[in-house]
């Protein structure tokens, strides 16, 4: 496998649920991050990790709990979702966080279209 | 306030002809600008960087173009193909973070 996968790319849950979302990378980078998207709105950043140390928490609940394991894997687990929470997560990574120009490229998974009933 | 603004409204051109993307910006001094591209219900895919130095930035069919004092950079797509029918979204660095504007949906009609 090449590039950012994500798992699972469909999940429903209801507002009681706990999931995890997982993101891995096979690019070698040192960064990973996790947004959300939601309908015509701009991409929110969540989460940074870099080097397995999280680096940016913007703002976002308790029930979003970020995971890195290590540079590779990164989970996004959830309990008690609201409806608002229904998007499209996306994981991402890049050779260094808040590195020159060209190493901050992203390079995204396909997502997690997320619904939560 | 910081804020990024793209064209709000969906682009809609003919095959073969030049589609021009806007991505204005106020309060923020990016070092960099980035160009994305998104199909739906993916995850962006990167096009074009540019640095605040820099003018104007090529590839294929793909022109970026970058103004500091108007704070505003072009994205531009010469010959256009129905296969570029995506969302567009510009980026900007803020300290190692990016930034996002909401993308425009652009439409190539054959």
């Known amino acids: 496998e090449t590039g950012v996968t994500q798992t699972p790319r469909h999940l429903v849950m209801g507002m009681t649920n706990k999931k995890s979302l997982k993101c891995e990378q096979h690019?070698?980078?040192?960064?990973m991050y996790w947004y959300k998207q939601s309908a015509k709105k701009p991409l929110e950043l969540m989460f940074v990790?870099?080097?397995?140390?999280?680096?940016e928490n913007n703002s976002v609940p308790s029930r979003f709990s970020p995971e890195c394991p290590n540079s590779s894997h990164l989970f996004l687990h959830l309990h008690t979702l609201q409806p608002e929470d229904s998007a499209l997560y996306l994981c991402a990574s890049s050779q260094v966080y808040g590195g020159s120009y060209s190493t901050d490229t992203q390079y995204f998974g396909p997502g997690t279209r997320l619904t939560v009933l | 306030s910081q804020k990024i603004e793209q064209n709000s409204e969906a682009l809609n051109i003919q095959e073969g002809k030049t589609a021009t993307l806007t991505c204005n910006y106020t309060n923020y001094s990016p070092a960099y600008l980035q160009w994305y591209r998104q199909d739906p219900g993916r995850g962006p895919v990167f096009l074009l960087l540019?640095?605040?130095?820099?003018k104007e930035k090529r590839k294929e069919r793909l022109k970026v173009t970058f103004d500091t004092t108007l704070k505003q950079s072009l994205f531009h797509i010469t010959a256009s193909q129905p296969a570029d029918s995506a969302t567009y979204l510009c980026?900007?660095?803020?300290?190692?973070?990016?930034?996002f504007g909401q993308g425009t949906e652009l439409s190539v009609k054959p």
């Open positions: 980026a900007l660095d803020q300290g190692g973070k990016l930034i």
């Open positions: 990790y870099s080097l397995e140390e999280r680096v």
């Open positions: 690019l070698g980078h040192n960064a």
């Open positions: 540019i640095r605040e130095n820099e």
